[in-house]
């Protein structure tokens, strides 16, 4: 995955080195396929350190008090901001406070919403539902877009795991997100269930346990 990128990088500037008197014009497009391919080294990066650090098992998990409504508001804020108004927005309300690390609750969910907003097409809605049912409280991320057939539900929280390639990379994807909201909820003893239809819409739902209610 970082081979990728680096050898489009290496190859521009190979390219550059050796014809040093290259046109305005495609050498600005070099840079452009370069600064591109930068970023997306660096996403991966990202990515990558921080699931390994949330496999590292010595790590303390740290557990605080986590204001749910500042916190999804927030995200939702973000998503709105990465939709640019493309979609519609709903959040509806009525679960508690939780404990865990706001860190990583805040990553894992805020990769759910980022994925409906990049997964659903314009005019499309998303919305955003913290509620507490029997078992704890209950997270679900809903959205009209893409969905994603059966046969591939079951590998979505594999590392690099991705349903079409180019629409992930096209949508700025490194396929890690959903390996990582994976890890931040074993941490948290939660569980992620995914529902799904192909030209219908997704469901990720995220299952707390009571005894993370404050
Ligand atoms: P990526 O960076 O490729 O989005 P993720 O781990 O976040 O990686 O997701 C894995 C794959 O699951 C994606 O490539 C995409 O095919 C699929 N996926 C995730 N969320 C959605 C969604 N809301 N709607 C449709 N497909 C989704």
Redesign the pocket.
Known sequence: ELRTPLTVINGFLEINAMQPDLDASPRAAHIQLMVEQGERMQRLVEDMLTLSRLESTELHMRSERIDMYFMLQHIMEEAKALSKNRHEFVLDFEGPNIKGSADDIRSAIS??V???V???PENGKINLIWKVNAIGPILT?Q?N????SQE?IAR??E???????S???E???????????KHVLIRHNAQLEIE?TPNV??Q?IIQFQSDVIV
């Open positions: 990769n759910l980022t994925n409906a990049r997964y659903t991320v959205d877009g893409i969905g994603i591939h979505l929280t590392r690099f795991y991705r349903v079409d390639k629409r992930s990379r949508t700025q994807g490194t396929g890690l997100g959903l390996a990582i909201v799904s819409g997704s990720f």
